[in-house]
């Protein structure tokens, strides 16, 4: 059995996929296993993993016919036999020590699941900024969701963890076998967060999380329900596991009313208004089934904007409009001027390129 398995679910990246797998190659720790999951591509991906698995024992490459990112990693975490898995997608590379210092840190505190922090990269300048997401009040202890259940506001970054594999099993924690490799990172990543019993953090990021990939998911505007698909099996894991969502529920709704928001300012615009009627629907059964608790109120906004979903729909759409246009905005402010600080990183980017990092 190895220290860890390294899945690596590949389409369609002969552009990036030697990068990815020399910093895999080249761990410091040596007692892993690399299962590459090939989902069916066209390019010269597996030319490259034959290559790659003819130098190093330690790579399997998996062919089949394309057929999603999801049913990818399942097969990926069925093949796998590692004490540990770690997930690194192609188009993305990793510091050396990665899995070395995760799987030192899981050892010693006997973790279900090690969380780091990553680094946001853009291949065209070759920049790169630490993205802030853990909070130093996270780390140097072992604790769960219960303890600090605003951990599942972060983004889900699966791929800056490594997850016991037992732990996966036991929990039946697998990803949506949906079409494509749209938000399947969001039932995954909050269902292995919230099962878990000794999580443990870090501040230091390993992963370079790739941001201008043109074929990237991200990209595409196609799978309008995709995201809703997602939070929908979130509801199921919790409506199975009473015990969590009484911990979660408050917090999980509160993410995945945000989710929906920023989803539907992001999708083409001839999409907008049937989104938005399944987005009311969802939260209008919630209301009515009284899930939506003060806690969800705390914030005025959150109050205001329920309201207007529920009781005037064409008004949320307009709402809706004017962020997306004024997210657009600052998006193009930001190629020009930006600065962004939390409790651990500065960072400060001029025409693109960034002159300052602290942290």
Not at 63 to 84: L, R
Not at 248 to 259: A, E, G, H, I
Not at 286 to 307: A, H, P, S, V
Not at 325 to 337: C, T, V
Request: contains cysteine.
């Amino acid at each position: 059995m190895a220290d860890v398995s390294i899945i690596v679910p590949v389409y369609n990246v002969e552009k990036y996929l030697r990068e990815c797998l020399d910093s895999i190659v080249n761990q410091t720790l040596k007692d892993i296993e690399i299962i590459c999951i090939n989902d069916g591509s066209t390019d010269s991906c597996p030319q490259i993993l034959e290559e790659y698995a003819s130098r190093d024992s330690r790579i399997k490459v998996i062919n089949k016919a394309n057929s999603g990112y999801g049913a990818s990693m399942n097969m990926g975490f069925a093949a796998a036999t590692g004490e540990y898995i770690g997930i690194v997608e192609s188009d993305d590379f990793v510091k050396t020590n990665m899995y070395e210092d995760l799987y030192n840190l899981a050892k010693e505190n006997n973790a279900d699941v090690v969380k780091s922090d990553y680094y946001l990269y853009t291949t065209s300048n070759n920049q790169s900024r630490k993205i802030g997401i853990i909070k130093p009040k996270y780390t140097g202890k072992v604790f769960s969701v219960k303890d600090f259940p605003k951990i599942l506001k972060m983004p889900p970054s699966i791929w800056s963890s490594i997850y016991k594999r037992e732990y996966l099993a036991k929990h039946d924690i697998k990803f949506q076998e949906t079409p494509g490799a749209s938000f399947q990172d969001i039932s995954f990543g909050f269902k292995a967060l919230s099962a878990a019993e000794r999580l443990v953090f870090t501040t230091k990021g390993y992963l370079y999380y790739r941001q201008d990939n043109e074929n990237s998911s991200v990209k595409s505007k196609g799978k309008v329900y995709a995201v809703s698909d997602e939070w929908d099996e979130v509801t199921r894991f919790l409506d199975k596991n009473s015990d969590i969502k009484k911990s979660v529920n408050d917090v999980k709704l509160y993410v995945q009313f945000n989710s929906y928001k920023w989803s539907t300012t992001r999708i083409d615009e001839s999409f907008r208004d049937e989104f938005i009627e399944r987005y009311h629907e969802t939260f209008k059964k919630f209301y009515d089934d009284g899930e939506i608790t003060r806690d969800f109120y705390k914030k005025k906004g959150n109050r205001q904007e329920l309201k207007l979903l529920l009781e005037d729909k064409k008004g949320y759409r307009r709402y809706i409009d004017a962020i997306a246009l004024k997210e657009e905005k600052k998006q193009n402010r930001r190629k020009l001027f930006s600065v962004r600080i939390n409790p651990s990183r500065v960072s400060i980017v001029l025409f693109g390129k960034q002159i300052l990092e602290i942290g």
